[in-house]
């Protein structure tokens, strides 16, 4: 690991780690540096003056009093954040009760003061954390190059799969669409929901014949080969957490072909072209006629995936590396 250039501290290694650290050193490595990632860090990458130290999450008391060391000789530290960690709400406990600890939020605080900048991924995000650091490079998140060529194995038997896919923090977003989306699915029988991660289809009281669940998938381009769906739905909250969120969702099912249906929040707003690589919805009753326009005009359908095929091309890690590599490096 000697003259390695920068080394990516992440704090998990599920989706947060994997796009926002591990997928970023490989669009740096392209780039010709020398890089290395891990959640824990090695003596070298610690020891070695040059090396560029990019820190995601920050906030537990040992990775603080090592980031606070650091900082203390001079060390170049990239403070990494893609959630508004201030504002988790109360639906997801485990996150809301940690981020809301007196302590953890000033080490949150604290952290980031000390960083030589800081990266995040939307704009909502860069205000939030200008306020204890000005230098704040927002860098949208980016997919693996594979996955725009990549073709998912969708059925081919005539129904019509309806996707989503994530973690067990969505509950006031799938709030937004259980009625909706349970009623779309009785009234056409030609079609199923296909939950991956957490299964709100049975959150939803979808009837088990008329839904498919595959468990959690932690490595994140296994997850990625996993998506089968015809139609993606992203569901989210006009909360301020929300607000801040970024369009990975609809970034994931456009770069395999898949046209989105996803809620008219900030996030999606900034990304869907309504119309084109998907809809966007803004009153209930109108899931069931975005969902029913994509399963019965198949044509139109393939059109519209193809389309937002060609959006996320702009929107892989190579396009995204010279922003990396700016904000690290610059």
């Given at each position: 690991m000697a003259d390695l250039d920068v080394f990516g501290w992440a704090a998990d290694e599920t989706g947060c780690g994997f796009y926002r650290i591990a997928l970023p050193m490989q669009g740096l490595t392209g780039l010709g540096h020398r890089v290395a990632h891990s959640m824990k860090m090695p003596s070298e990458a610690r020891d070695i003056p040059g090396t560029v130290i990019v820190g995601q999450r920050v906030c537990k008391p040992e990775p603080s009093k090592l980031w606070q060391q650091l900082a203390k000789q001079g060390r170049k530290l990239i403070?990494?954040?893609?959630?508004?960690?201030?504002?988790?709400?109360?639906?997801?406990?485990?996150?809301?009760?940690?981020?809301?600890?007196?302590?953890?939020?000033?080490?949150?605080?604290?952290?980031?003061?000390?960083?030589?900048?800081?990266?995040?991924?939307?704009?909502?995000?860069?205000?939030?954390?200008?306020?204890?650091?000005?230098?704040?490079?927002?860098?949208?998140?980016?997919?693996?190059?594979?996955?725009?060529?990549?073709?998912?194995?969708?059925?081919?038997?005539?129904?019509?799969?309806i996707g989503w896919g994530g973690s067990a923090t969505h509950a006031m977003d799938f709030d937004q669409v259980a009625d909706q989306l349970r009623r779309f699915l009785t009234r056409n029988p030609g079609t199923e929901f296909h939950c991956i991660g957490n299964n709100y289809a049975t959150w939803m009281r979808i009837p088990a014949n008329r839904a498919r669940f595959t468990p959690w998938v932690a490595n994140v381009e296994d997850f990625l080969r996993t998506i089968d769906y015809h139609v993606g739905i992203a569901p989210l909250r006009p909360h301020v957490f929300n607000q801040a969120k970024s369009a990975l969702k609809a970034l994931e099912a456009g770069a395999l072909g898949i046209p989105i249906v996803a809620s008219a929040v900030r996030p999606y707003e900034d990304y869907v072209w309504d119309g084109t690589t998907g809809y966007l919805v803004r009153r209930d009753h109108e899931w069931a006629a975005c969902l029913r326009s994509l399963a019965y005009e198949p044509d139109m359908r393939r059109e519209m995936g193809m389309a937002a095929r060609e959006q996320a091309r702009q929107h892989t890690i190579t396009q995204t590396a010279p922003l990396w590599e700016k904000a690290i490096l610059g």
């Open positions: 403070y990494e954040v893609d959630d508004d960690l201030w504002n988790v709400d109360a639906s997801s406990p485990v996150a809301h009760e940690y981020f809301a600890r007196p302590e953890i939020r000033a080490a949150l605080q604290r952290n980031i003061e000390v960083a030589t900048a800081v990266t995040v991924t939307t704009d909502p995000l860069a205000e939030r954390v200008a306020q204890w650091n000005p230098n704040v490079h927002i860098v949208p998140n980016a997919v693996p190059d594979w996955l725009v060529d990549h073709q998912p194995q969708q059925r081919d038997d005539g129904v019509l799969t």
